[in-house]
């Protein structure tokens, strides 16, 4: 999707970049898994160009992040997450948190992520795969591991 090449880096960060690293479409992303479905209401949010919009909507249901939808009883359609787009929810939500703590802006808005049944704030961290035990963010480490041929 992006005008960058990312297709010679061969690196996982770089392939997720290719796909939701051009301009609006992380926030694009971000609006549709809160909630957002209908192309006006997504417009209205971010500002965007109409085509720019319509671009950036056509190439994340190719990409497999989103199914259009026509509503029930009209001619206009509606955007969902897949399961890929939803596997991009850490994802975002560590940004917001980053963003959140980086911004220095007190005064704007802010994001709260909470439990749905308890409303119990919750964060996104680092944590042992096999036990779900919390992981301290500076006691891990991460290497690039090449591919076996």
Known sequence: MTTRNYHR???????????VGDQWTVLLIRDVLSGVRRFEELQKRLG?????????????????????????GSRRHAYWPTPKCMALRPAILALA????????DAEGSRVE??????????????????????V??????????????
Not at 9 to 19: K, V, Y
Not at 56 to 72: E, S
Not at 113 to 134: N, W, Y
Not at 136 to 149: D, G, L, M, Q
């Open 9 to 19: 880096q061969d690196c996982p960060i770089a392939f997720a970049l290719s796909i």
């Open 48 to 72: 965007v160009s109409r085509n720019l919009l319509t671009r950036r909507l056509k190439q994340l249901v190719t990409d497999g992040l989103l199914i259009r939808r026509q509503m029930p």
């Open 97 to 104: 948190e980053w963003g959140q703590s980086w911004r220095g």
């Open 113 to 134: 992520i909470t439990e749905t049944h308890s409303g119990k704030a919750v964060g996104v961290r680092f944590c042992r795969l096999e036990d779900g035990q919390e």
């Open 136 to 149: 301290n963010p500076e006691k891990i480490s991460v290497e690039r591991v090449a591919r076996s041929r």
